[in-house]
């Protein structure tokens, strides 16, 4: 049977495949496979179990098996209904050997083998194989058995539809929450991500268990939703060759090159994805909530506090918003803006009856509101309140926001790809706006600052909010996204006659609110000249916490893990800088005395700082100070020192050492061996011929953290890199390259070249495609070209290294011609 079954079950796939790529029509690949799988189960079985054991025994199709809607790689879930357990080695024996029919015939079998009574009843970390018997369809076997197990299954429903129910919802909540209950991620899990397949199979279930009492939804009757999804399911599934449910950018250009898209722009498709799925989200929790109204009692809903606030407008029952007069839409179209104002004061989230109720009016309301629009003091009070966040996704997913606010029409559902934003453009926006509300609650001490100058900002709350909402309209026009939101929210505050000081509040946050994260991840934080540099751009102390919030919120929503320690870090760095540069804390004198600087000072330490720049006494407390003349008496001895040590959510590491060529990039080079990524690196040299070289970096995989002897081997690896016992080019050898996510997401390399940011240095911005050693190649480069490297500022999107350059040469900037050949090395360094 085994080789010609799997020869069959692959042309029949190659056959399907063709057919679908023509017509992208799911349902005849579903059915088509089932139909196969059907008759080589039934073959498998008849020879290998079936004589063996006569009755007493079922084959069950069970999941979307039993649904008959096997996707292509999809495992085929089987149940072995038996009358009592395989004991024996004879039945064991046939089971396997059933088994392997399957698995030779290309076929991925999830089986399991229960009797009766484990069909009907409920197993504590098992409930799916509750879930899958609501599908179960007979395939082979003994028939009494089977209806004795369809008749006490049924009764089991009936008794336990109530806890069942409750599993069910909390199942598919806690799935929601893995992936933060949003449709809108740029690259989705078609299968279990919400609004995918398996929400849509959740209904499914619901509806099985719900008694024909309850309520429907009204879109039910609408098939387009399920079929695209299962279109786009079948599609990455025949692309893969596998059970992959992956929907990369790769994919999404293929599928939009396919012979049955009706979309030729990848962004174009990826609207229609999050349509249809938003679509089959609403239908799943329309069903989850229905659901869950069934768990509580009457008396549960008489004690509810929440009910106290039902008004003229609106009735709270079942923790949820009704209309009390759903009729008075059509006339009083202000009954919309009191419904999302009572959302965002009181955090209670609308039913799925009123949200229906709201969509059915939006034609409506955009003629009424794009006449007369909701003015600033609505927008004053709305987005002042405490639970905005909720009310502005309520807004968003009836359709709401962008009648109100036309401009968001520009980024509803908008993928502007660049491999490191995790969501849409209007997803990242309100994902922005929920950072901020989360920093009251926040026990990190990082946070509880930013925290408090949210308090010292509660007056220009609503200002901020309003902003981060326009702040990324311009995205998607071609034009620079800043300047064109600029337009955009002119536009707007005029429309909604916002007085003159708000309206500039506004437009200067949108217009810079890309100035900090720039300046974190390019400029030279201790260079007097950055402080002053953005002081006089903000101009007050008003508007720097405003755009440090903003700055905050915007990288946080960028995806789950761009704000790290060291970014929140940096952030109340730069914004304590520019402070105390408003309030006249700090000039652009700084003493290079070392007495001036430190006080009295041991003779270890003033010969240690003999011929330092000015800089390291700007850039370093007593305490580190002392700590280096430390290491610097240790490396006299030993020809170099260091520590390594873990603080302010990075790790730290100080090289002290007789300096030779190439040292600094031989340094960064081991730690880029170790799999470790540098965020900062600064380097010094005496008048005795010893480098101070510090360097910032973060343990990504936390084999320093979990491996303590590991801490041991790099500081053991680095000395003996910077006594030159040890080369870099040997440790870099093996370092796996990073491979973009895309065959189109390869970065092209550029070197950007600034001599006026900094009164010292000539700045070199470096973009490249991120590998094991780049750092390391591009500070050779510029040691080959006899030039000192001041501050090194490192950072990483995804697969793209930007990496920041302060170069001098003599204690000066380079002249153009040395900037120019220096940059053709930066670029020849990238490949």
């Not at 508007?543 to 929503?557: C, E, Q, V």
């Amino acid at each position: 049977m085994t080789t010609a079954a799997k020869q069959r079950s692959k042309e029949e796939l190659e056959l399907l495949q063709q057919r679908f790529l023509q017509d992208g029509d799911p349902q005849p690949v579903l059915k088509s496979r089932t139909a196969l799988v059907d008759s080589l189960v039934l073959e498998a079985f008849s020879l290998a179990l079936a004589p063996v054991i006569p009755d007493g025994i079922t084959l069950l199709a069970v999941g979307g098996y039993g649904r008959r809607e096997l996707f292509p790689y999809s495992d085929v879930d089987l149940l072995l209904l038996v009358r009592r357990p395989f004991d024996t080695l004879t039945s064991r024996n046939a089971l396997s050997e059933f088994l392997k029919l399957l698995w030779d015939s290309g076929l991925r079998a999830s089986h399991s083998v229960r009797t009766v009574e484990e069909c009907c009843s409920i197993h504590e970390g098992n409930f799916e194989l509750t879930v899958s018997l609501l599908d179960e369809r007979f395939l082979a076997g003994d028939r009494v058995l089977y209806q004795a197990m369809r008749d006490r299954f049924a009764k089991f429903l009936t008794t336990e539809r109530r806890d069942l129910t409750r599993r069910m919802c909390r199942m598919a909540r806690a799935r929601h929450a893995r992936f933060h209950n949003t449709i809108y991620r740029l690259e989705p899990d078609i299968k279990e991500t919400p609004g995918g397949m398996r929400d849509l199979q959740t209904v499914h279930w619901l509806r099985l268990l719900r008694d024909n009492s309850a309520a429907a939804d009204p879109e039910d009757e609408d098939p387009r939703h399920a079929t695209f999804m299962a279109s786009v399911r079948c599609f990455l599934h025949f692309r893969a060759g596998r059970d992959n449910n992956l929907l990369n950018f790769e994919a999404q250009d293929e599928l939009t090159a396919a012979a049955f898209s009706p979309w030729r722009d990848p962004a174009e498709w990826m609207r229609a994805y999050y349509r249809h799925a938003s679509h089959v989200l609403r239908k799943a929790l329309f069903d989850l909530e229905t659901g869950e109204a069934q768990d509580r009692s009457m008396m549960a809903n008489f004690r509810d506090w929440r009910s106290r606030l039902s008004n003229a407008d609106f009735t709270v029952s079942r923790d949820l918003v009704f209309l009390r007069k759903p009729q008075e839409l059509e006339s009083d179209p202000d009954l919309a803006l009191r419904l999302f104002r009572f959302v965002a004061r009181h955090g209670i989230p609308l039913a799925r009856q009123t949200e229906q109720r709201l969509i059915a009016h939006l034609l409506t309301w955009s003629h009424h509101f794009g006449k007369h629009p909701p003015q600033a003091d609505f927008w004053c009070e709305f987005l002042n309140q405490e639970h905005t966040p909720e009310a502005l996704r309520a807004m968003r997913s009836t359709g709401f926001l962008a009648v109100i606010l036309p401009e968001w029409e520009r980024i509803d559902h908008l993928v502007v790809r660049d491999f490191y934003h995790q969501y849409t453009v209007d997803e990242h926006t309100l994902v922005t706006i929920d950072v901020l509300a989360a920093l009251k609650d926040s026990k990190e001490p990082a946070a509880a600052r930013l925290a408090e100058l949210m308090e010292e900002s509660s007056d220009q709350l609503w200002l901020l909010r309003l902003a981060l909402l326009l702040h990324d309209t311009g995205k998607g026009s071609g034009r620079d996204h800043s300047k064109e939101a600029v337009r955009l929210a002119t536009r707007f505050l005029e429309r909604i006659g916002a007085s003159e000081l708000d309206r500039d509040q506004v437009l200067f946050l949108i217009e810079k609110h890309l100035v900090l994260s720039s300046a974190m991840q390019s400029r030279d934080l201790a260079d007097p000249a950055t402080a002053h540099w953005l002081s006089e751009m903000v101009k007050t102390a008003e508007r720097l916490r405003l755009l440090t919030l903003l700055t905050y919120a915007d990288i946080s929503a960028v995806n789950s893990t761009a704000m790290t320690p060291w970014r929140m870090e940096q952030i109340w760095r730069l914004y304590r800088v520019v402070y105390r540069q408003l309030s006249g804390e700090l000039t652009m004198d700084r003493s290079e005395d070392p007495r001036a600087a430190y006080g009295e000072v041991t003779p270890l330490l003033a010969e240690f700082l003999e011929g330092l720049p000015g800089r390291y006494l700007w850039t370093h407390t007593l305490e580190q100070a002392k700590a280096h003349a430390a290491l610097f008496d240790h490396a006299r001895a030993g020809g170099a020192a260091l520590s390594v040590e873990r603080h302010d959510g990075a790790w730290h590491l100080s090289v002290i050492a007789s300096d030779r060529p190439f040292l600094f990039a031989s340094i960064a080079g081991a730690l880029s061996s170790f799999g470790l990524d540098i965020l900062k690196a600064e380097a010094f040299s005496n008048l005795h011929g010893y480098i101070a070289d510090t360097f910032v970096f973060q343990d990504p995989h936390r084999s320093l953290d979990l491996n303590p002897p590991e801490v041991e081997r790099l500081r053991s690896v680095l000395k003996k890199v910077a006594t030159g016992q040890l080369r870099v080019e040997e440790l870099l050898k093996h370092r796996p390259v990073k491979a973009p996510p895309s065959r189109l997401g390869a970065i092209q390399a550029s070197v950007g070249l600034d001599n006026e940011a900094s009164v010292t240095a000539s700045i070199f911005e470096v973009v490249a495609q991120d590998r094991p050693g780049l750092l390391y190649h591009l500070a050779s480069a510029i040691s080959r070209a006899n030039c000192n490297i001041e501050v090194v500022l490192v950072d990483t999107e995804a697969h793209k290294a930007i990496d920041v350059f302060h170069v001098t040469t003599g204690g000066l900037k380079l002249a153009a011609p040395e900037a120019s050949a220096l940059r053709e090395s930066l670029l020849a360094a990238c490949q």
